[in-house]
């Protein structure tokens, strides 16, 4: 006999709305980390007034220190590009290693059990859950067999693998023994990751044989195979077995990741080497207005202190939750709110192998009700697809699990932010739309789930310590809801400290400090209404936006003139209903 399935009794409070305005419910401020809006101000007040003191309180309470800082802060934006000095530092003299504070510190308090990572292969038989425990162990011995290999403090490793527990268990090695990683998204092309090892000289690529994207086995050796021939720098790959597919392993050079971690002499605790808050932690290459990726290079105390105050205050993180960010760790948004941002906090991060339409529209959905998920981020393209496919979808599951839902690499558009809030939310949960970029390491413009009202389209607010600037292009300050350019006028700690190979900041200087010299160009479009909200239009610069994912028409230009048939090519973006932006080539063939 088929049984009825009984409503579900939603006990969540409602967000209220007063004139377009969306308020926490009373009961998450009070119980939030940051109680209401009177002491975001107030925090907000002391960071930019009295920032040394600001952030070195913050760095007392949830970072620990091999050794503490003698400055908090030294920063110079006009002379980049002179000197061969950085342009900002932070917490100089300070001593950490990042993997303790996102492992070891937690195995002396109750966390040590609980879930660190719970993962959900894209086969949904597949799942693994990892506690601190089993993260720590995993991590310290493929933190010996890279120092086996002979990868030391300052050395650089490509890491290309799709989204298994084994991406983040490299990236915590590495910055267990000093060695800086660089994440290559695992969709990109035997080229993308060619120029990428080469810019960043790895001594060694950490892959999979192959991974799994909607139904397909993706080669990923073999791409490495093919971009191999053209990087000398790299003397040892190791590779993951995910999907079982036959892969040519050179003798000498590749080894499998299950044979290496099984050796005796890789048991163990293996000892973190102490880091100085400016060493570097990664590289991650983006697009930008010039031709090439850049390698956008992130520091350690400054960057960690970021993710994880950002992290805890942004979403109201609580210590019984499951954090769901449903990106790529190949992009920023990964780095930072997957891997660095929840397992500093001692938080349990979801990871998702798959797409959101496999095998059905409703997978996201389903792991939201199957996990219980509490505090779910995604981005608006994601959700301009699943809103188009009807509220069925959504409406089969139980979401009653969530109090919080984020957005992030592109703007909502007012629509996709009331299906959000009404379809996934019940109208209960408050949305928290995260602006930020490779660049800035975490999120600088947004509300905090329990303390800044929203409206639905606009960022709200900037983070503690950003002071944005909404400019016309003469530099003067823009009237209300006039559309500028966005600058920021001070340093944050996760600002990034250079780009690979930028011989004295002349990149950074000529991207991101000439057009308003003095001033960080974020290369966005913004403009403040009435009650001081900022809402981003966009990029206002060469650089196109599709899915969340940037692209420089530079680059794709470079790409189709390397064609021996096309004499002339020119590239432009367009609005496109689901991916925010959508890409024209015009191309003039050679006669
Ligand atoms: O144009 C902005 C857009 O994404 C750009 C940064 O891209 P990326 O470095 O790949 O990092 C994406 C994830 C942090 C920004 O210059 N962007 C990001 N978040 C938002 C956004 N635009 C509007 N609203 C956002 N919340």
């Given at each position: 006999m088929e049984t009825e399935k009984l409503p579900i009794e939603d006990k969540r409070p409602f967000v209220k709305e007063t004139n377009g305005m969306f308020h926490p419910p009373e009961e998450l401020s009070r119980r939030g980390?940051?109680?209401g809006f009177a002491e975001y101000r107030r925090m907000y007040q002391e960071s930019i007034e009295r920032p040394e003191e600001f952030w070195g309180r913050q760095a007392e309470e949830h970072i620990s220190w091999y050794r503490k800082w003698d400055k908090v802060l030294e920063w110079d934006f006009s002379r980049i590009g002179e000197?061969?000095?950085?342009f900002v530092q932070w917490f100089i003299g300070g001593k950490l290693n990042v993997s303790h504070n996102c492992l070891d510190r937690h195995l002396?308090?109750?966390?040590?059990?609980?879930?660190?990572i719970i993962w959900q292969g894209e086969d949904e038989s597949q799942k693994r859950t990892l506690t601190y425990q089993q993260l720590h162990s995993e991590v310290n011995k493929f933190a010996n067999v890279l120092r086996k290999h002979?990868?030391?403090?300052g050395d650089r490793v490509t890491i290309f693998m799709p989204m298994i527990p084994e991406l983040p268990i490299a990236m915590l090695a590495c910055t267990r023994i000093g060695a800086i990683h660089s994440v290559v998204f695992?969709?990109?092309?035997t080229q993308a990751l060619t120029s990428r090892v080469q810019d960043s000289q790895s001594k060694a690529i950490i892959t999979t044989d192959a991974s799994f994207h909607g139904g397909r086995a993706v080669e990923l050796k073999k791409k490495v195979d093919e971009a191999l021939g053209d990087c000398p720098s790299v003397e040892t790959v190791i590779v993951y077995k995910r999907a079982g597919v036959p892969i040519d392993m050179q003798p000498g050079r590749d080894f499998w990741w299950h044979e290496e971690m099984a050796?005796?002499?890789?048991k163990g605790f293996c000892e973190p080497e102490v880091m100085?808050?400016?060493?570097?932690l990664f590289i991650l290459y983006t697009s930008g207005t010039t031709g090439k990726p850049k390698g956008i290079v992130h520091t350690t105390g400054g960057y960690l202190l970021h993710v994880t105050l950002s992290f805890k205050a942004i979403?109201?993180?609580?210590?019984?939750d499951i954090f769901w960010c449903?990106?790529?760790?190949?992009w920023v948004t990964g780095h930072s709110y997957i891997v660095y941002g929840p397992l500093a906090n001692g938080a349990t991060s979801m990871m998702f192998e798959?797409?959101?339409?496999?095998?059905?529209?409703d997978r996201f959905w389903k792991i939201i009700e199957d996990y219980k998920v509490n505090i779910f981020y995604t981005a608006p393209t994601a959700l301009r697809a699943l809103m188009r496919l009807g509220d069925d979808w959504p409406n089969?599951?139980?979401?009653?699990?969530?109090r919080v839902l984020g957005t992030v690499g592109e703007p909502i558009n007012p629509e996709a932010w009331l299906w959000y809030h009404r379809?996934?939310?019940?109208?209960r949960c408050v949305i928290v739309d995260t602006w930020w970029q490779t660049e800035t390491g975490g999120v600088l413009i947004t509300p905090l789930a329990s303390a800044i009202p929203t409206k639905p389209g606009s960022a709200s607010a900037p983070f503690f310590g950003v002071v944005p600037e909404v400019v016309r292009a003469d530099g003067t300050p823009t009237e209300e809801d006039e559309a500028g350019s966005l600058v920021l006028t001070r340093p944050w700690p996760?600002?990034?400290r250079h780009m690979n190979n930028d011989v004295k900041n002349q990149l950074v200087k000529q991207v991101?400090?000439?057009?308003?010299?003095?001033k960080y160009y974020t290369g966005d479009a913004c403009k403040v209404d009435e009650d001081g909200f900022l809402w981003l239009m966009g990029r206002n610069d060469d650089v196109i936006n599709v899915s969340g994912h940037r692209l420089s028409t530079a680059e794709i230009e470079h790409a189709l003139v390397g064609?021996?048939?096309?004499?002339e090519a020119a590239v432009v973006g367009f609005p496109h209903e689901v991916k925010g932006q959508g890409i024209y080539c015009y191309v003039t063939l050679r006669q």
């Open positions: 980390y940051i109680k000197i061969d000095a950085p002396t308090t109750w966390r040590r059990n609980k879930a660190a002979g990868i030391r403090k695992s969709a990109f092309s050796a005796e002499d890789v100085d808050a400016e060493d570097p979403f109201d993180y609580k210590d019984e449903s990106a790529d760790i190949g798959s797409i959101p339409t496999f095998p059905e529209p089969k599951h139980d979401l009653t699990s969530l379809t996934i939310g019940k109208e996760g600002m990034f991101y400090f000439s057009t308003f010299p003095g064609h021996h048939a096309v004499a």
